[in-house]
């Protein structure tokens, strides 16, 4: 095992003008390496630190597909169900349409909205959050909107296509997040703190920032593409679309010796360090699995997704020489906005998490190479 070339590229990114991160890598339930590059705060010259917290963006959606398996786990849906069923707002879709060459009007949905259409982002919804419907949700509430409001808000906007016929990465997940709450009863940030956070020993993970919160985060960033450096912004996540609002899509604060313990609890059989299961093995197979078609896979095309499927709510490695990837076939994980990455690996019961907070996250280039330096460095 030698991570020397790890150790660089990571050092490197720092030239390229991302201010800091940190990667922590678990093998066999066992940290075999952590390094970090840069600083929390690149102005001041504060580093980071194990408790470091960071806008984790869309890594939020992993944590909330485990919260819905373990409600299907327990039988309180199937992924076969229509969403109406549990969400009657979600009964009459209407979707856009192009009626003639040229010329789209807004007619009913001839497809349901079943519940995996949500977990594999094929429900016809996009990341569009500044709908008519949302952005008077905003308005009616004064930015106080919770979860129940802003998703009845989305389930009036026309959708996008057809749910089932092509995959778009969007709002599926904020409405998972709801549909969490309707089958369990409990808030969003209630059910995952009880049922996935607590269980596995995350105390700085979760919902919703106050000023303690912040005061811990390392400073946000944007990319400035011209000067190839990072402009500093506010820590805000504007992702979450009102004071009370818990977004499943993007939600989530955490640090790396927090979310690691969900990576690896992942890759090995769904049973954290702590001893307590989150989720089947079998479960997670059927997370892993490809649903997209090979016509909906041309949708799927981001440059870091090369040799990747889509189950639920997961990248999932189906071509690794298609993809020129060291990893093996149903690897699996996801990104985030300013740069997070997250990767389990249950045939070699790896777990992965690297954090940065930089927005603009230049992820094509950093997650591919990420990944092939860790496989390089475990023989």
Same mark, same amino acid.
């Given at each position: 095992?030698?991570?020397?070339?790890?150790?660089?590229?990571?050092?490197?990114?720092?030239?390229?003008?991302?201010?800091?991160?940190?990667?922590?890598?678990?093998?066999?339930?066992?940290?075999?390496?952590?390094?970090?590059?840069?600083? $929390?705060?690149?102005?001041?010259?504060?580093?980071?630190?194990?408790?470091?917290?960071?806008?984790?963006?869309?890594?939020?959606?992993?944590?909330?597909?485990?919260? $819905?398996?373990?409600?299907?786990?327990?039988?309180?849906?199937?992924?076969?169900?229509?969403?109406?069923?549990?969400?009657?707002?979600?009964?009459?879709?209407?979707?856009?349409?192009?009626?003639?060459?040229?010329?789209?009007?807004?007619?009913?949905?001839?497809?349901?909205?079943?519940?995996?259409?949500?977990? =594999?982002?094929?429900?016809?919804?996009?990341?569009?959050?500044?709908? *008519?419907?949302?952005?008077?949700?905003?308005?009616?509430?004064?930015?106080?909107?919770?979860?129940?409001?802003?998703?009845?808000?989305?389930?009036?906007?026309?959708?996008?296509?057809?749910?089932?016929?092509?995959?778009?990465?969007?709002?599926?997940?904020?409405?998972?997040?709801?549909?969490?709450?309707?089958?369990?009863?409990?808030?969003?940030?209630?059910?995952?703190?009880?049922?996935?956070?607590?269980?596995?020993?995350?105390?700085?993970?979760?919902?919703? $920032?106050? *000023?303690?919160?912040?005061?811990?985060?390392?400073?946000?960033?944007?990319?400035?593409? *011209?000067?190839?450096?990072?402009?500093?912004?506010?820590?805000?996540?504007?992702?979450?679309?009102?004071?009370?609002?818990?977004?499943?899509?993007?939600?989530?604060?955490?640090?790396?010796?927090?979310?690691?313990?969900?990576?690896?609890?992942?890759?090995?059989?769904?049973?954290?360090?702590?001893?307590?299961?989150?989720? =089947?093995?079998?479960?997670?197979?059927?997370?892993?699995?490809?649903?997209?078609?090979?016509?909906?896979?041309?949708?799927?095309?981001?440059?870091?997704?090369?040799?990747?499927?889509?189950?639920?709510?997961?990248?999932?490695?189906?071509?690794?020489?298609?993809?020129?990837?060291? =990893?093996?076939?149903?690897?699996?994980?996801?990104?985030?906005?300013?740069?997070?990455?997250?990767?389990?690996?249950?045939?070699?019961?790896?777990?992965?998490?690297?954090?940065?907070?930089?927005?603009?996250?230049? *992820?094509?280039?950093?997650?591919?190479?990420?990944?092939?330096?860790?496989?390089?460095?475990?023989?």
């Amino acid at each position: 095992m030698n991570f020397t070339q790890l150790d660089q590229f990571l050092d490197s990114l720092w030239d390229l003008g991302i201010p800091g991160g940190e990667c922590l890598i678990y093998q066999k339930r066992k940290p075999i390496y952590r390094h970090d590059y840069g600083y $929390a705060d690149k102005e001041s010259q504060t580093k980071i630190t194990s408790e470091t917290l960071f806008n984790i963006y869309s890594q939020t959606k992993i944590s909330t597909c485990v919260a $819905a398996l373990q409600l299907y786990e327990r039988g309180k849906f199937l992924l076969t169900d229509p969403l109406s069923e549990y969400m009657p707002e979600f009964r009459d879709m209407t979707v856009s349409a192009e009626v003639s060459p040229g010329k789209w009007e807004t007619v009913s949905a001839k497809n349901k909205i079943y519940i995996h259409n949500l977990f =594999s982002m094929s429900s016809g919804y996009t990341y569009n959050c500044e709908t *008519e419907e949302i952005k008077a949700e905003k308005e009616r509430s004064g930015g106080h909107s919770t979860t129940l409001e802003m998703v009845r808000a989305m389930a009036k906007t026309p959708l996008a296509f057809e749910p089932g016929t092509q995959w778009c990465y969007g709002l599926s997940h904020d409405i998972l997040a709801r549909l969490i709450e309707v089958v369990s009863g409990k808030r969003f940030s209630v059910y995952l703190k009880e049922n996935l956070f607590d269980p596995l020993g995350m105390k700085n993970t979760g919902m919703l $920032a106050d *000023e303690a919160v912040k005061a811990r985060m390392a400073s946000q960033y944007t990319y400035n593409r *011209e000067k190839k450096s990072a402009d500093k912004i506010g820590k805000e996540n504007t992702f979450c679309l009102g004071s009370r609002y818990e977004s499943g899509g993007a939600g989530l604060y955490s640090c790396v010796d927090d979310y690691i313990l969900l990576a690896d609890a992942l890759a090995n059989g769904g049973t954290g360090l702590s001893g307590n299961r989150i989720l =089947s093995r079998r479960t997670i197979d059927l997370m892993r699995t490809n649903r997209l078609s090979d016509e909906m896979l041309k949708t799927f095309d981001w440059d870091a997704l090369a040799g990747y499927g889509y189950g639920l709510g997961v990248r999932t490695m189906i071509d690794p020489a298609g993809g020129g990837a060291l =990893s093996p076939a149903g690897e699996f994980g996801w990104s985030g906005a300013a740069g997070a990455y997250f990767l389990a690996d249950p045939e070699n019961e790896l777990a992965v998490f690297y954090v940065q907070h930089m927005l603009d996250n230049l *992820e094509p280039y950093v997650h591919p190479r990420l990944r092939n330096l860790i496989y390089a460095g475990l023989d």
